[in-house]
């Protein structure tokens, strides 16, 4: 059974500053992992999907890895904005028919 | 491109009643899954259809089920209501071999 986890819970960190999400995973055999962004109140919104044979995604000030030996993903926001301030979910799925299972999400806060 | 839509967006029922949440999934795609978010449980996967069949299934109760109709929108139905089933239910759809999956904003469920 795949077992996803988030750590820090939360995060706060002075705007401009780099930082690293991190996300765990118990099987390797994932088909692809997923990282969203949620704001309150708010649905999911898909921000990268790293294929099981890829190493990164990158899309603007956002990088994602995947390192499959040692179960891990990291989300990586450069210069950080008080706009990136929401909840951040990573996803890993063992098959591509819609059934992923979900980290606990880490809380981030920017302040201006 | 229109997004997922959930329908009703929030709605509040009493214990025993029933409910029908409704998803329309972006055009073309053709798997759609549900999804389940508590503050306790975080988010839980609860079934997954493809061409009006049901692929996986989450281990919620029977009174949890759902279908899909020949245009791939897709209804989850949830009866007997219990103060528990209070939530945010989630539809995503998806529709490359990818798996990545696109959600909708939710319907936020409320039951007293």
């Known amino acids: 059974k795949q077992e996803v986890t988030q750590i820090p819970a939360a995060l706060s960190v002075p705007e401009g500053e780099n930082l690293v999400l991190n996300c765990s995973f118990t099987d390797s055999a994932i088909y692809n992992l997923q990282w969203f962004r949620q704001d309150p109140g708010k649905g999911l919104t898909s921000l990268l999907l790293?294929?099981?044979?890829?190493r990164e995604q990158t899309s603007g000030r956002l990088n994602a890895s995947l390192d499959k030996s040692s179960g891990r993903s990291t989300l990586y926001i450069a210069a950080s904005q008080p706009g990136d301030s929401a909840t951040y979910l990573c996803?890993?799925?063992?098959?591509?028919?819609?059934?992923?299972?979900f980290g606990d999400g880490t809380t981030l806060t920017v302040k201006p | 491109k229109a997004g997922v839509t959930q329908t009703p967006r929030y709605l509040i029922k009493t214990r025993g009643q029933q409910v029908t949440l409704s998803c329309s999934p972006i055009?073309?795609?053709?798997?759609v899954s549900w999804y389940q978010q508590t503050p306790g449980q975080g988010l839980q996967f609860l079934f997954e259809y493809f061409s009006e069949t049901q692929r996986n299934k989450g281990n919620f109760p029977g009174r949890f089920s759902g279908r899909q109709f020949s245009n791939s929108r897709s209804e989850m139905n949830v009866s007997t209501l219990e103060l528990g089933d209070s939530a945010l239910y989630l539809c995503?759809?998806?529709?490359?071999?990818?798996?990545?999956?696109?959600f909708g904003e939710g319907s936020r469920l409320t039951v007293l």
């Open positions: 996803a890993a799925s063992n098959t591509n028919a819609g059934k992923s299972t």
């Open positions: 790293i294929q099981s044979s890829q």
């Open positions: 995503a759809s998806s529709s490359t071999s990818a798996g990545e999956l696109f």
């Open positions: 055009s073309g795609h053709r798997s």
